[in-house]
């Protein structure tokens, strides 16, 4: 069994990199993947742990990209199978630190206009360079104004709640330009998340995605039902795609997700997946 797609406290978990290859190690997986939003900080804290134990530990960071025909974000994670990414591409990713303190401080004030105290400080606090959202979330429970994660997002800053800002990142093909010079694959992370309720829009979108250069699509993840499973696995196929999966787990900040078996034990994925990839 296998995960290519976790968070360390690197950037919105709540496991340290050493505690989320410690849990890998525990419960017997052959290769995990970080992918943490914008850097690669806990990647590189878990690789000479992970390779002194014997774990494969594959190096991936997840990135909020722009479509122009879209209002709202699409995730893509970048892997890269065979060798670190490069020092051009980590100053890149450096770069786009700034669209996420852009974000904050927008949300930090719509968030005060609607009369919850919060200051900008006190979120980096806890979340450091890479503040995000399960950051604001932990200081409005801690405050009373959730009651968890979930309440949270769906009462101020999920992507249909009142104080939601969209962070203004690369588009799709500047990013799938820079992580194929780096070395890496580029793939579509969770797309059920797209929101599409038509088949056949589904598929245009997938398409325009693979010609805007990614090259894989996460058909394996814990919000994705067998039904969903089979057509991803479909569009993977009828796109040339190359297939990937991961449970997103997060710790604490999505407690019903867990390590390699996701929401409810609905994902075994088989180690030859990742040999694919590679090959």
């Not at 742990?49 to 997840?62: M, Q, S, T």
């Not at 968030?111 to 979340?127: A, H, K, T």
């Not at 968890?148 to 990013?175: H, K, L, M, N």
């Not at 787990?249 to 609905?266: E, I, M, Q, S, Y």
């Amino acid at each position: 069994m296998i995960d290519l797609h976790t968070h360390t406290n690197e950037s919105d978990g709540s496991c340290t990199p050493l505690e989320l290859v410690d849990r890998a190690l525990a419960m017997g997986l052959d290769a995990l993947g970080i992918s943490d939003h914008d850097t690669f900080a806990g990647y590189d804290q878990a690789v000479e742990p992970a390779h002194a134990y014997g774990l494969d530990l594959v190096c991936g960071i997840e990135l909020s990209v722009r479509m122009t025909a879209r209002p709202r974000s699409v995730h893509v994670l970048a892997y890269f199978l065979h060798q670190p990414p490069s020092a051009e591409f980590r100053d890149w990713v450096n770069g786009l630190l700034e669209t996420r303190r852009e974000r904050n401080r927008g949300l930090v004030s719509k968030l005060q206009s609607m009369s919850v105290p919060i200051e900008l400080s006190e979120v980096e606090r806890i979340g450091r360079t890479l503040t995000g959202r399960p950051h604001f979330a932990r200081v409005l429970i801690q405050k009373g104004f959730a009651s968890d994660y979930d309440d949270a997002f769906r009462r101020y800053f999920g992507e249909s709640g009142p104080a939601f800002v969209e962070r203004q990142g690369p588009t799709i093909a500047e990013a799938a330009a820079q992580v194929s010079a780096a070395g890496g694959l580029s793939v579509l992370a969770h797309p059920i998340r797209l929101g599409m309720h038509d088949a056949a829009a589904e598929d245009a979108l997938i398409r325009e995605l693979r010609d805007g250069g990614l090259r894989g699509i996460e058909v394996y993840h814990s919000d994705h039902a067998p039904a969903d499973v089979r057509r991803y696995a479909a569009l993977a196929e009828k796109y040339a795609l190359a297939v990937t999966g991961g449970s997103d787990f997060h710790g604490d900040a999505k407690p019903a997700v867990a390590l390699g078996t996701g929401r409810n034990g609905n994902l075994d994925i088989p180690r030859s997946l990742l040999d694919l990839l590679r090959a």
